[in-house]
């Protein structure tokens, strides 16, 4: 069984940039899609973004143009490239990844955006 393990949370002002890593114990192919989601407290959680296995990408209409997801299919990791952060993308961020036997998640990195 594939697990995800998340990395690259932390504190970080208003503008400021953070890159999150999930990387994935075993191969990123065995997934149809990858991704990440947030949820912030008091709030449902929400697909941020996502890498289909043919390169597609999708964003949350709040974050385009500001957040980038990527894979490295050799390293097996997903990344999540965020720029100009707000306040409101403070949140835990949870890898994810859709297969045929159901969907994986990561244990979550908090990502806090405050001056």
């Known amino acids: 069984q594939v697990q995800l393990v998340e990395s690259g949370g932390g504190l970080v002002q208003p503008g400021g940039s953070l890159r999150l890593s999930c990387a994935a114990s075993?191969?990123?192919?065995?997934?149809?899609?990858m991704g990440w989601y947030r949820q912030a407290p008091g709030k449902q959680r929400e697909l941020v973004a996502q890498?289909?296995?043919?390169?597609?990408?999708d964003y949350l209409d709040s974050v385009k143009g500001r957040f980038t997801i990527s894979r490295d299919s050799a390293k097996n990791t997903v990344y999540l490239q965020m720029i100009s952060l707000k306040p409101e993308d403070t949140a835990s961020y949870y890898c994810w990844g859709s297969a045929r036997d159901g969907d994986y998640w990561g244990q979550g990195t908090q990502v806090t955006v405050s001056s």
């Open positions: 075993g191969s990123i192919f065995s997934f149809d899609a």
């Open positions: 890498v289909l296995t043919d390169g597609r990408t």
